[in-house]
């Protein structure tokens, strides 16, 4: 019966895929993406892949929307009309592209069914990280097991991309932009006016943020981890500069405070790594870390998940702030 | 019963219509911001597919329960490895953001046959 | 005979948040202005949330899954008013008129207002 | 019984789809986005029971959490421009 519902979700994925394809209007497609973010992640908690869809969700409500709609305010939100000439080029390209799309289908046919137990997938170390997880980690949560301790290399690597993408947007938008005459009035920045969403945005921040913690510390026990919990905190903090202006925000949380959190993060990831070594074991290897291996790998795993939580929540919410300064002032 | 086993690609299939769809904002697009949702909608496209490879028939996520016996769980390795393609991808979304902010900042358009004209 | 009541309160009320949903759903595309799709918004938003959760808690029982349904429960009615009212606040500020019939009904009005200025000399 | 529920949240999904495909206005698009968020709420919760893992509703209670950063970025967007409007008129 749940196949049936995702057959339904994935043919309204399609047709909001290419409804934002084809939006003229640029903010309409940020709208729409919104809802193709949804979608995903439905998608994803009917695949069984909770952890995914908690992530989806964290990260397309209010990240990305946010990041976009500053982007649009300045750009611009409409998109030229194509030139004539171009048509022709568009027509090729629609060829193409529906030439590829039918080559892969075929492929598919090759491809086990979805729910195929005896999938190549599934032969090879899944079975091993399911069965071993309960007896190196001793808790349930598999995906978190396989994130920070059995490929722990990989999620450093991912860690130090974000971490990479967010000194790259200081960078870009960290110069002075070109001179205006226009200032947004700081006092009137921000929904203060409106009494209704500033009571209950300041009733739920709280909530937002706690809820964020409580994915970080739980995330061995049930859905999360890091990767969440740092995308609901920066998601809380950004309503609270939705709310009260971005100055504001930035006083309540300094740009030193978030820089440190990226550097510290990241750092505190690498730093376990190198204490295990000095502890005698291999890079990333917990076990080491206390007297009982099983509880040496809940702490590795305890603090590099802090690390990752910090170094997310630092990182989307510099690149947010460096979108919105650069509103404020152009 | 031959119905039900096309049914079982369909998934594959979501995939690569998506893939398709934004592959063509890609190429065919002049819009900057167009290019990058277009870049966005083809990397979902492959997160569905990794995230459709982990399905076991009658599993469920991979969060072992107490009390289940012989339980089935869908495998967890591809759903750890998008985790954090999402919140990479979020991120160089933004990068790519910055760097169209700045075009439009040092060009004055984001259409991308504006912008040639103009070098 | 409790847990028997129970069961049957718990699917009436769920069966009438299905009905609620999908009368929501039904007017949100059939209204034929902005402002009145909002009523046909709230009902999902309200209604239809609080007799759906109510439901679901009745048959979960006193659990920790049931707090949390609360929970849900209970910011949803906080941020979907809010969010509606954000979002009407929104319209009338860039000058959607509220009125009756299908007035205010240029397609993408909001953005269409500064857009005609853009497009005109073309 | 679920899944009769669950089936009434769907349909209405699908007809908020097709308020935000068609329009006409950005605010009919945005509202569309509003009422498909709360169903997904619903949704999820009641798969969640479906599937008899109840303990999967953080996921539920995440997108109620943080649903409405959304639109009130909407609104602030929209205010904005407003504001700049007038300023670029005044000026």
């Given at each position: 019966?749940?196949?049936?519902?995702?057959?339904?979700?994935l043919?309204?994925?399609?047709?909001?895929?290419?409804?934002?394809v084809?939006?003229?209007?640029?903010?309409?497609?940020?709208?729409?993406?919104?809802?193709?973010?949804?979608?995903?992640?439905?998608?994803?908690?009917?695949?069984d892949?909770?952890?995914?869809?908690?992530?989806?969700?964290?990260?397309?409500?209010?990240?990305?929307?946010?990041?976009?709609?500053?982007?649009?305010?300045?750009?611009?939100?409409?998109?030229?009309?194509?030139?004539?000439?171009?048509?022709?080029?568009?027509?090729?390209?629609?060829?193409?592209?529906?030439?590829?799309?039918?080559?892969?289908?075929?492929?598919?046919?090759?491809?086990?069914?979805?729910?195929?137990?005896?999938?190549?997938?599934?032969?090879?170390?899944a079975?091993?990280?399911?069965?071993?997880?309960?007896?190196?980690?001793?808790?349930?949560?598999?995906?978190?097991?396989?994130?920070?301790?059995?490929?722990?290399?990989?999620?450093?690597?991912?860690?130090?991309?974000?971490?990479?993408?967010?000194?790259?947007?200081?960078?870009?938008?960290?110069?002075?932009?070109?001179?205006?005459?226009?200032?947004?009035?700081?006092?009137?920045?921000?929904?203060?006016?409106h009494?209704?969403?500033?009571?209950?945005?300041?009733?739920?921040?709280?909530?937002?943020?706690?809820?964020?913690?409580?994915?970080?510390?739980?995330?061995?026990?049930?859905?999360?981890?890091?990767?969440?919990?740092?995308?609901?905190?920066?998601?809380?903090?950004?309503?609270?500069?939705?709310?009260?202006?971005?100055?504001?925000?930035?006083?309540?949380?300094?740009?030193?405070?978030?820089?440190?959190?990226?550097?510290?993060?990241?750092?505190?990831?690498?730093?376990?790594?190198?204490?295990?070594?000095?502890?005698?074991?291999?890079?990333?290897?917990?076990?080491?870390?206390?007297?009982?291996?099983?509880?040496?790998?809940?702490?590795?795993?305890?603090?590099?998940?802090?690390?990752?939580?910090?170094?997310?929540?630092?990182?989307?919410?510099?690149?947010?702030?460096?979108?919105?300064?650069?509103?404020?002032?152009? | 019963?031959?119905?039900?086993?096309?049914?079982?690609?369909?998934?594959?299939?979501?995939?690569?219509?998506?893939?398709?769809?934004?592959?063509?904002?890609?190429?065919?697009?002049?819009?900057?911001?167009?290019?990058?949702?277009?870049?966005?909608?083809?990397?979902?496209?492959?997160?569905?597919?990794?995230?459709?490879?982990?399905?076991?028939?009658?599993?469920?996520?991979?969060?072992?329960?107490?009390?289940?016996?012989?339980?089935?769980?869908?495998?967890?390795?591809?759903q750890?490895?998008?985790?954090?393609?999402?919140?990479?991808?979020?991120?160089?979304?933004?990068?790519?953001?910055?760097?169209?902010v700045?075009?439009?900042?040092c060009?004055?358009?984001?259409?991308?046959?504006?912008?040639?004209?103009?070098? | 005979?409790?847990?028997?009541?129970?069961?049957?309160?718990?699917?009436?009320?769920?069966?009438?948040g299905?009905?609620?949903?999908?009368?929501?759903?039904?007017?949100?595309?059939?209204?034929?202005?902005?402002?009145?799709?909002?009523?046909?918004?709230?009902?999902?938003?309200?209604?239809a949330?609080?007799?759906?959760?109510?439901?679901?808690?009745?048959?979960?029982?006193?659990?920790?899954?049931?707090?949390?349904?609360?929970?849900?429960?209970?910011?949803?009615?906080?941020?979907?008013?809010?969010?509606?009212?954000?979002?009407?606040?929104?319209?009338?500020?860039?000058?959607?008129?509220?009125?009756?019939?299908?007035?205010?009904?240029?397609?993408?009005?909001?953005?269409?207002?500064?857009k005609?200025?853009?497009?005109s000399?073309? | 019984?679920?899944?009769?529920?669950?089936?009434?949240?769907?349909?209405?999904?699908?007809?908020?789809?097709?308020?935000?495909?068609m329009?006409?206005?950005?605010?009919?698009?945005?509202?569309?986005?509003?009422?498909?968020?709360?169903?997904?709420?619903?949704?999820?919760?009641?798969?969640?029971?479906?599937?008899?893992?109840p303990?999967?509703?953080?996921?539920?209670?995440?997108?109620?959490?943080?649903?409405?950063?959304?639109?009130?970025?909407?609104?602030?967007?929209?205010?904005?421009?407003?504001?700049?409007?007038?300023?670029?008129?005044?000026?």
């Open positions: 019966m749940i196949y049936i519902f995702a057959l339904f979700l043919t309204l994925l399609v047709i909001t895929a290419i409804a934002i084809r939006a003229e209007d640029l903010f309409v497609a940020v709208i729409l993406t919104s809802i193709f973010s949804l979608l995903m992640a439905i998608n994803f908690f009917i695949l892949a909770a952890d995914v869809a908690l992530t989806e969700a964290a990260v397309g409500a209010g990240v990305t929307t946010v990041i976009f709609l500053c982007a649009l305010a300045l750009t611009g939100d409409r998109e030229k009309p194509q030139k004539e000439g171009r048509k022709g080029g568009q027509k090729i390209a629609l060829v193409i592209v529906g030439v590829l799309a039918l080559l892969i289908i075929y492929s598919t046919f090759d491809n086990p069914q979805l729910g195929d137990p005896d999938a190549p997938v599934h032969q090879h170390v079975p091993w990280y399911l069965e071993k997880t309960p007896q190196y980690m001793d808790f349930p949560n598999v995906v978190t097991a396989i994130l920070s301790s059995f490929r722990g290399y990989d999620t450093l690597g991912e860690v130090f991309v974000v971490f990479a993408a967010c000194i790259g947007v200081l960078f870009i938008l960290g110069v002075s932009p070109p001179r205006k005459s226009m200032q947004v009035n700081v006092k009137q920045s921000g929904l203060r006016h009494l209704i969403p500033q009571v209950v945005g300041r009733l739920l921040i709280p909530f937002i943020v706690l809820f964020g913690l409580y994915t970080q510390f739980h995330g061995e026990y049930g859905p999360g981890g890091g990767f969440q919990a740092g995308a609901l905190i920066a998601t809380g903090v950004i309503l609270y500069a939705l709310l009260e202006g971005e100055a504001e925000a930035l006083r309540a949380v300094p740009r030193r405070v978030l820089l440190g959190m990226v550097v510290g993060g990241a750092l505190l990831y690498g730093s376990v790594g190198i204490v295990c070594m000095l502890m005698g074991g291999a890079f990333l290897d917990y076990s080491v870390l206390a007297a009982d291996p099983v509880w040496g790998q809940q702490l590795g795993i305890l603090i590099i998940e802090a690390g990752v939580g910090m170094a997310v929540c630092g990182a989307l919410l510099s690149i947010f702030h460096a979108f919105a300064a650069r509103e404020r002032v152009s | 019963m031959k119905l039900l086993e096309l049914l079982g690609y369909f998934n594959y299939w979501v995939f690569a219509i998506l893939l398709a769809v934004g592959l063509y904002a890609v190429i065919s697009k002049t819009n900057l911001i167009k290019k990058l949702i277009g870049l966005s909608i083809f990397q979902s496209a492959v997160f569905l597919m990794y995230i459709t490879m982990d399905k076991v028939e009658g599993g469920t996520a991979p969060i072992i329960q107490a009390g289940v016996e012989n339980p089935i769980f869908s495998n967890p390795l591809p750890v490895l998008i985790l954090t393609a999402i919140v990479v991808g979020v991120s160089t979304l933004s990068l790519g953001l910055a760097m169209v700045r075009i439009k900042e060009y004055g358009t984001i259409e991308e046959n504006e912008i040639l004209d103009a070098d | 005979m409790i847990d028997l009541a129970l069961d049957i309160l718990s699917w009436i009320l769920l069966t009438l299905g009905v609620c949903v999908l009368i929501g759903g039904i007017g949100g595309l059939r209204l034929p202005n902005f402002y009145t799709r909002i009523h046909a918004a709230s009902l999902t938003d309200t209604m949330t609080l007799l759906i959760f109510i439901g679901i808690i009745l048959q979960a029982g006193f659990t920790l899954a049931s707090l949390k349904l609360f929970a849900i429960m209970l910011f949803l009615l906080l941020t979907g008013p809010t969010a509606t009212y954000a979002l009407a606040n929104a319209a009338l500020l860039s000058g959607l008129k509220p009125g009756p019939g299908r007035s205010g009904l240029k397609p993408d009005a909001g953005t269409a207002k500064d005609t200025k853009e497009n000399p073309e | 019984m679920y899944i009769l529920v669950a089936i009434a949240i769907l349909v209405t999904m699908v007809l908020a789809v097709v308020r935000a495909l329009g006409p206005t950005v605010y009919d698009r945005v509202l569309a986005v509003n009422v498909f968020g709360t169903k997904t709420v619903l949704l999820l919760s009641v798969i969640a029971f479906l599937s008899g893992r303990d999967f509703l953080d996921l539920a209670l995440a997108y109620a959490l943080i649903n409405m950063v959304g639109i009130l970025a909407v609104l602030e967007f929209f205010q904005n421009r407003s504001q700049r409007n007038s300023k670029a008129k005044n000026d």
